[in-house]
Nanobody
Framework: QVQLVESGGGSVQAGGSLKLSCVVS????????IGWFRQVPGKEREGVAR???????NYANSVKGRFTISRDFAAYTYYLQMNSLKPEDTAVYYC?????????????????WGMGTQVTVSL
């Protein structure tokens, strides 16, 4: 079955950096998109970044210029490099797979999800 496993979360001071990883397994289709999302208690899950098979990327306005999504095809691994972190970036971060070529940044379109990794940014 399809599995996505995130890692790399942790606690960091404002202005610091973290790099999240997402390893994808069990998916054999050649048309999909990977997205990173985040959620804080009491709020809806929001899209952070996504990347399609051509390497095209899209970011939420709140993270543009600070976060970078990338991939390592050979390792079936996707990354979210987060720089200049702010306390408002604190959330559980999820990677997800959209089984289509639409490649949106909206969580409702995504079909498979990881369990998430906590990111905490303190002042």
């Amino acid at each position: 079955q399809v599995q996505l496993v995130e890692s790399g979360g942790g606690s960091v001071q404002a202005g610091g950096s973290l790099k999240l990883s997402c390893v994808v397994s069990g998916f054999t289709d050649d048309r999909y998109c990977i997205g990173w999302f985040r959620q804080v208690p009491g709020k809806e899950r929001e899209g952070v970044a996504r990347i399609n098979l051509d390497g095209d990327t899209n970011y939420a306005n709140s993270v543009k210029g600070r976060f970078t999504i990338s991939r390592d095809f050979a390792a079936y691994t996707y990354y979210l490099q987060m720089n200049s972190l702010k306390p408002e970036d604190t959330a559980v971060y999820y990677c997800a797979l959209e089984d289509s070529s639409l490649c949106t940044i909206y969580p409702t379109w995504y079909d498979y999800w990881g369990m998430g990794t906590q990111v905490t940014v303190s002042l």
